[in-house]
């Protein structure tokens, strides 16, 4: 069996536009996902994932599109939740040149689901990495991300980023412009997260900002305003001025506001955090509903969260500098 983990993520910048080639500045959290794959005699997939919102379930099928597991849940439910590692596996066969082997495959995750922090691409990445060390193959940082990558692209029907897989794969903060990744210095910032307790679906929330993209000029003018906040923050970034990221960050999530992306919980996560004091807060990820990242040195903001209507949880979230991580 190969066990590899990987981390979640907050966008400190740039999420949405992003897929239009605009840059994202990410930065990887110590949340982490963690997936065990163990080759089978046979060629069926076993998945286990304990923390699925389907109050975790064990399925065992042989992956594709024509043989789905039978247990009782709706069609829509089931490819929302095994989607990304449905397609990691595909990666991992693929990659290997192994169609027809079979894994048990094991995730157990710290990371909210569809909540914006990227468990979908940290699920990708320590699912592939996993899959082919089973196999064999170790892969290259930049081969790893750009596998993970293709999953994300499937499952969110063609309409994905780099900006997450890249971000898990390698760890840190990055900067993703099409199909440019690096990785950037970074100082240690004081990340609070605040969770609504809810979720957002990525491909419907992407798919809405494009169709307002293509209908509205001034919607596509925000998208490319947020590139514009993006270059800004990155500047910001590298003086290490947390002030100026925190009020790029309120503009960022303003401009998120406008494309539609944000919620009523959101909001109220954003507004008690720059109330408390923090340097400046946006929603992270998709939006629809989630969390909402801030920048704040003192216990200020995490306490008010706590206490804010609509918040489920508060925590700190230190920097992962560590992408994937082979632990078996
Ligand atoms: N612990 C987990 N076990 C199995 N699948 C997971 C797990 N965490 C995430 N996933 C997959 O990722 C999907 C959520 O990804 P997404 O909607 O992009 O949100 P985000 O990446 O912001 O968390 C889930 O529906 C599921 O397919
Ligand atoms: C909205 C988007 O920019 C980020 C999605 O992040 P998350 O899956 O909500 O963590 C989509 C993408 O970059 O693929
Ligand atoms: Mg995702």
Redesign the pocket.
């Known amino acids: 069996m190969a066990v590899s983990s990987a981390p979640?993520k907050v966008y400190l910048f740039g999420e949405h536009a992003v897929v239009y080639g605009e840059p994202a500045v990410p930065c990887a959290i110590e949340r982490r996902?963690r997936v065990g794959v163990e080759q089978r005699s046979d060629n069926k997939l076993r998945?286990h994932?304990?923390?699925?919102s389907l109050d975790g379930f064990t399925v065992e099928y042989a992956g594709g599109a024509n043989d789905r597991p039978d247990i009782d849940a709706s069609e829509s439910l089931l490819n929302?939740?095994?989607?990304?590692?449905d397609s990691a596996i595909e990666q991992v066969r693929d990659v290997t040149d192994e169609g027809d082997v079979g894994f048990d495959v094991t995730?157990?995750?710290d990371?909210?689901?569809?909540?914006?922090?990227?468990?979908?691409?940290?699920?990708a990445v320590a699912a592939i990495d996993a899959g082919t060390r089973e196999l064999g193959t170790t892969l290259e940082t930049d081969e790893l991300a750009d596998r993970a990558y293709r999953t994300?692209h499937e499952?969110?029907s063609g309409q994905a980023s780099r900006a997450?897989t890249f971000c898990s794969a390698t760890g840190g903060a990055v900067r993703v412009e099409g199909e440019d990744c690096r990785s950037l210095e970074a100082p240690d910032l004081p990340i609070v997260v605040g969770f609504d307790g809810g979720?957002?679906?990525?491909?419907k929330l992407v798919a809405g900002v494009r169709e307002l993209r293509d209908e509205y000029g001034f919607a596509a003018d925000t998208v490319d305003a947020i590139g514009d906040v993006v270059r800004n923050g990155e500047q910001a970034l590298a003086d290490g001025d947390v002030e100026e990221l925190g009020r790029l960050m309120d503009f960022n999530h303003g401009l998120l506001s406008a494309l539609g992306v944000s919620s009523r919980s959101l909001d109220s996560m954003v507004w008690a955090a720059r109330d408390a004091g923090a340097h400046g807060a946006k929603l992270t990820?998709?939006g629809g509903g989630?969390c909402i990242v801030a920048l704040d040195p003192t216990d200020e903001t995490e306490t008010a969260l706590s206490y804010t209507p609509g918040c489920e949880d508060a925590f700190r979230a230190a920097l992962a500098e560590t992408g994937v991580e082979r632990l078996e």
Request: charged share 15%; glycine share 22%.
């Open positions: 979640g996902a998945i994932a304990e923390d699925l929302a939740a095994m989607g990304y590692i995730i157990e995750s990371i909210p689901l569809g909540a914006g922090l990227g468990s979908s691409a940290a699920v994300e499952v969110q997450d979720a957002g679906d990525t491909g990820g998709a989630g």
